[in-house]
């Protein structure tokens, strides 16, 4: 019996832990995510301004960083920033990307 009851108690500390998720843990979730899609909405104005000229070509290569829009993953953009979140240096990757998938 006392076997049961603390396979029993374990699962409801499982449950108890599962409900009493850490509210501010949350918020920083939802704080990624805004920086996630703030930093993709960034990366694709830049393009779009900078080659005005190459619209259709700037939404091709947006495609093939994220995916179709069905399944797009923003977070494919992370790979142009660093810890220093400088924005010439990311735009300076994010141009050389592009440029180097314009000439393959």
């Not at 108690?9 to 939802?30: F, K, N, Q, T």
């Not at 829009?69 to 990757?93: A, L, S, Y």
Request: charged content about 30%; proline content about 3%; aromatic content about 8%.
């Amino acid at each position: 019996m006392i076997l049961v009851l603390s396979l029993d108690y374990g699962r409801l500390l499982h449950l108890i832990r599962g409900l009493e998720a850490d509210p501010l843990e949350s918020h920083m979730g939802l704080g990624t995510k805004n920086r996630q899609k703030q930093t993709a909405d960034i990366c694709k104005q830049h393009l779009r301004g900078k080659y005005p000229d190459k619209l259709g070509l700037v939404e091709e290569f947006i495609v093939e960083i994220e995916g179709h829009p069905k399944n797009c993953d923003v977070t494919r953009w992370g790979q142009f920033t660093d810890i220093k979140d400088i924005k010439k240096e990311m735009f300076q990757r994010l141009e050389i990307r592009f440029q180097n998938w314009l000439n393959s």
